[in-house]
Nanobody, 125 residues
Framework: HVQLVESGGGSAQGGGSLRLSCSVSGYPEDYWCMGWFRQEIGKEREGVASIDSVGITTYADSVKGRFTISQDNGVNTLYLQMNSLASEDTAMYYC????????????????????WGQGTQVTVS
């Protein structure tokens, strides 16, 4: 059973940086996909970035060039480095896991993911 625990959220000034972490346990699958999603109150959850077991990464247009997704195999942690933060990045951020690979064009679609963390709030002012 996969468990995901996010950390690293908080407040930042516009133009600043934050790094989110997602601790992953219980996922022995050889093929997987993981992603970061965000959701503002009253809005749909949107995909931010994803990475899969063969190293393919996908980014939403709104974060390309500013955010970087990575994964540390040694400690089973997913990261999201967020630079040049803007007020539009304010949201609850969630990490998600799928126990299979997903076509790159669909990796930012939330319904493919079966496991979710509890979320971590990011506020940019």
């Amino acid at each position: 059973h996969v468990q995901l625990v996010e950390s690293g959220g908080g407040s930042a000034q516009g133009g600043g940086s934050l790094r989110l972490s997602c601790s992953v346990s219980g996922y022995p699958e050889d093929y997987w996909c993981m992603g970061w999603f965000r959701q503002e109150i009253g809005k749909e959850r949107e995909g931010v970035a994803s990475i899969d077991s063969v190293g393919i990464t996908t980014y939403a247009d709104s974060v390309k060039g500013r955010f970087t997704i990575s994964q540390d195999n040694g400690v089973n942690t997913l990261y999201l480095q967020m630079n040049s933060l803007a007020s539009e990045d304010t949201a609850m951020y969630y990490c998600a896991y799928a126990s299979f690979t997903i076509a790159p064009r669909s990796q930012l679609v939330s319904h493919w993911y079966g496991y979710w963390g509890q979320g971590t709030q990011v506020t940019v002012s």
